[in-house]
């Protein structure tokens, strides 16, 4: 038999396939040795030197060759390997180094986001912020808002801080002014869907995918171990899963092994009251920060346009279209309680567009207000714009009314009517009165009542010589007109958390059972209402006996008819 060293001679390939791989050198490689090794391969078969052991045999064509290896302790250098060998092997490192520097980054994303996400689902951290969200709304009742600085320079002075240390600065710095739109309101929003939309994906949809699950159980001990377990002797699961399928159960059977639930969308409303407070969250996001809001007195018989009063509340408010559209006070009047007091207010207003064409027109109250194109206009206020008088059958002369300051929610308005030297320093005139658009109050000169006129009426009354006759009081509308994107969205997530909320109160019940031999082994939970469980468990179970007896019956009979 040839020597292994003659063997890996004769047959390269096998040469090939148990040579080591050579691995690159540093360019300073260490002087190298040659042993030679030859080797005289035998056409046939002997006797000889092998001990009794048999040779193979060699081709004839091979003839008496003579084989020379060349053994080295050290691999050659990088250079004898063929020209692309570096420049190949160069790539392959730096793909390498690559992926596992993509591998690292992509590593540490997912650590991190982790980390995150069972931050923000913390439960006490979502508890913690509805807290803070509640406290600042609360705050936003009790502080003014949207007021000019100078009414909190004075009324929340330094000198004089409310509860010790409440000063203009703690309001004005930090937005709470406009607190529905302060940058601290809006992060805790923003932070509290964050929290919610963690929870919904570490915690509800792995539920939801958990419960929507066949779980069958295959071991008796397993189902005994359930919230509720019982032993039904003489049963089936086919008659027990006819007895589910009655109360409302959805009967899965595979092989011996019976699973049923019933209430899987108690499983999904949890998910869905976080996608409502969502909605909530983001119609108030978006009220306090693209709604416009303006407000305007106009005296009856005049107009305005839309655009002209309306002043945008954040960086998200843009001016539709509708804002070209003027509107017109076709007439205001008021009615009255049989006391004297004003009970109810209207306005008739027209809407034009920028053709001129009457598009609308209606006569708003307070709580019915107008809505067109996304545009709310609220009756929210009166006033007294002016006085027609004649005197001495001249004019008539519109006076204009002023408001008059007085302690408490009383409206006064006043106005003068000049007599003679009117270009002197000390005007005077006759003195005109009103709480109302009902009735005006005359003064003379020296201030000495001298009576009251209904404009209605047209009554001459003869002051200081002066025949003065009222001929009309025109009122002026107070409307605040408002455009708010933000609720529709803000109704809709209301409605859906009214909604997922009631739908949440459904219990989700499940139920295992296992035929073993002539005996059902059932088991069941619930994760709500586990008394009306256990009583509809044992409901259920009642039924078994009587649905026993009945096959048993049908039984007897076939058996007799045969």
């Given at each position: 038999?040839?020597?292994?060293?003659?063997?890996?001679?004769l047959?390269?390939?096998?040469?090939?396939?148990?040579h080591?791989?050579?691995l690159?050198?540093?360019?300073a490689?260490?002087?190298?040795r040659?042993?030679?090794?030859?080797?005289?391969?035998?056409?046939?078969?002997g006797?000889?030197?092998?001990?009794?052991?048999?040779?193979?045999a060699?081709?004839?064509?091979?003839?008496k060759?003579?084989?020379q290896?060349?053994?080295?302790?050290?691999a050659?250098?990088?250079s004898?390997?063929?020209?692309?060998?570096?420049?190949?092997?160069?790539?392959?490192?730096?793909?390498?180094?690559?992926?596992?520097?993509e591998?690292?980054?992509?590593?540490?994303?997912?650590?991190?986001?982790?980390r995150?996400?069972?931050?923000?689902?913390?439960?006490?951290?979502?508890?913690?912020?509805?807290?803070?969200?509640a406290?600042?709304?609360?705050?936003?009742?009790v502080?003014?808002?949207?007021?000019?600085?100078?009414?909190?320079?004075?009324?929340f002075?330094?000198?004089?801080?409310?509860?010790?240390?409440?000063?203009?600065?703690?309001?004005?710095?930090?937005?709470f002014?406009?607190?529905?739109?302060?940058?601290?309101f809006?992060?805790?929003?923003?932070?509290?869907?964050a929290s919610?939309?963690?929870?919904?994906?570490?915690?509800?949809?792995?539920?939801?995918?958990?419960?929507?699950?066949?779980?069958?159980?295959?071991?008796?001990?397993?189902?005994?171990?359930?919230?509720?377990a019982?032993?039904?002797?003489?049963?089936?699961?086919?008659?027990?899963?006819?007895?589910?399928?009655?109360?409302?159960?959805?009967?899965?059977?595979?092989?011996?092994?019976?699973?049923?639930?019933?209430?899987l969308?108690?499983r999904?409303?949890?998910i869905?009251v976080?996608?409502?407070?969502?909605?909530?969250m983001a119609?108030a996001?978006?009220?306090?920060?693209?709604?416009?809001?303006?407000?305007?007195?106009v005296?009856?018989?005049?107009?305005?346009?839309?655009?002209?009063?309306?002043?945008?509340?954040?960086?998200l408010?843009?001016?539709?279209?509708?804002?070209?559209t003027?509107?017109?006070?076709?007439?205001?009047?008021?009615?009255?309680?049989?006391?004297?007091?004003?009970?109810?207010?209207?306005?008739?207003?027209?809407?034009?567009?920028?053709?001129?064409?009457?598009?609308?027109?209606?006569?708003?109250?307070?709580n019915?207000?107008?809505?067109?194109?996304?545009?709310?206009?609220?009756?929210?206020?009166?006033?007294?714009?002016?006085l027609?008088?004649?005197?001495?059958?001249?004019?008539?002369?519109?006076?204009?009314?002023?408001?008059?300051?007085?302690?408490?929610?009383k409206?006064?308005?006043g106005?003068?009517?000049?007599?003679?030297?009117?270009?002197?320093?000390?005007?005077?005139?006759?003195?005109?009165?009103?709480?109302?658009?009902?009735s005006?109050?005359?003064?003379?000169?020296?201030?000495?009542?001298?009576?009251?006129?209904?404009?209605?009426?047209?009554?001459?009354?003869?002051?200081?010589?002066?025949e003065?006759?009222?001929?009309?009081?025109i009122?002026?509308?107070?409307?605040?007109?408002?455009?708010?994107?933000?609720?529709?969205?803000?109704?809709?997530?209301?409605?859906?958390?009214?909604?997922?909320?009631?739908?949440?109160?459904?219990?989700?019940?499940?139920?295992w059972?296992?035929?073993?031999?002539?005996?059902?082994?059932?088991?069941?939970?619930?994760n709500?209402?586990?008394?009306?469980?256990?009583?509809?468990?044992?409901?259920?179970l009642?039924?078994v006996?009587?649905?026993?007896?009945?096959?048993?019956?049908?039984?007897?009979?076939?058996?007799?008819?045969?």
């Amino acid at each position: 038999m040839p020597s292994p060293t003659c063997y890996l001679l004769l047959n390269p390939a096998a040469s090939r396939s148990h040579h080591r791989p050579r691995l690159p050198l540093p360019a300073a490689a260490p002087p190298r040795r040659r042993v030679h090794v030859s080797c005289d391969a035998q056409r046939t078969g002997g006797g000889g030197g092998g001990g009794g052991v048999k040779r193979e045999a060699i081709p004839a064509g091979a003839g008496k060759a003579k084989k020379q290896v060349v053994f080295f302790d050290a691999a050659p250098p990088v250079s004898q390997r063929g020209g692309g060998g570096e420049e190949e092997e160069g790539k392959g490192e730096g793909k390498v180094a690559r992926r596992k520097k993509e591998n690292a980054a992509l590593g540490l994303v997912r650590r991190l986001t982790k980390r995150t996400l069972s931050l923000l689902s913390n439960l006490p951290l979502a508890i913690s912020e509805m807290f803070a969200i509640a406290a600042l709304m609360a705050l936003g009742t009790v502080i003014d808002q949207g007021e000019a600085p100078s009414y909190y320079f004075e009324k929340f002075p330094e000198d004089n801080p409310a509860f010790g240390f409440i000063t203009w600065r703690w309001i004005l710095t930090p937005g709470f002014d406009h607190m529905f739109s302060s940058p601290v309101f809006l992060g805790l929003l923003a932070l509290l869907a964050a929290s919610l939309m963690a929870c919904t994906y570490t915690t509800q949809i792995p539920i939801v995918k958990v419960a929507r699950r066949w779980s069958f159980m295959h071991s008796a001990g397993s189902i005994r171990k359930q919230e509720f377990a019982e032993s039904l002797p003489r049963a089936s699961i086919q008659d027990l899963g006819v007895i589910l399928m009655g109360y409302g159960y959805e009967v899965f059977t595979k092989g011996p092994s019976l699973y049923a639930f019933k209430g899987l969308a108690g499983r999904f409303a949890p998910i869905g009251v976080h996608i409502a407070m969502i909605f909530i969250m983001a119609g108030a996001t978006l009220s306090a920060t693209g709604s416009f809001k303006g407000s305007v007195d106009v005296p009856q018989g005049l107009n305005f346009v839309i655009g002209d009063v309306m002043k945008p509340k954040g960086v998200l408010s843009f001016a539709p279209d509708v804002f070209n559209t003027e509107v017109h006070v076709n007439r205001f009047y008021m009615e009255y309680y049989d006391s004297g007091e004003v009970s109810q207010f209207y306005s008739d207003l027209s809407l034009f567009d920028l053709d001129g064409k009457e598009v609308m027109r209606k006569t708003i109250k307070v709580n019915d207000p107008l809505r067109y194109g996304g545009v709310t206009i609220y009756q929210t206020d009166w006033g007294f714009s002016a006085l027609q008088v004649k005197k001495n059958g001249e004019g008539p002369f519109n006076l204009a009314m002023a408001p008059l300051k007085l302690n408490g929610d009383k409206k006064l308005f006043g106005t003068l009517l000049p007599l003679e030297n009117s270009g002197s320093s000390n005007v005077k005139g006759i003195s005109m009165l009103a709480r109302d658009l009902q009735s005006i109050v005359l003064y003379d000169q020296e201030g000495k009542f001298v009576g009251v006129r209904r404009p209605s009426s047209k009554l001459p009354i003869e002051i200081d010589g002066n025949e003065i006759v009222i001929e009309d009081a025109i009122g002026s509308t107070g409307l605040d007109l408002k455009t708010d994107p933000g609720i529709p969205i803000v109704y809709a997530g209301f409605g859906a958390l009214m909604l997922t909320t009631c739908i949440s109160y459904l219990s989700h019940s499940q139920i295992w059972a296992l035929q073993d031999g002539s005996t059902v082994v059932i088991g069941g939970k619930t994760n709500r209402a586990k008394l009306e469980f256990s009583e509809e468990m044992n409901r259920l179970l009642d039924k078994v006996p009587e649905l026993i007896s009945v096959n048993e019956n049908k039984i007897d009979s076939k058996q007799s008819a045969t």
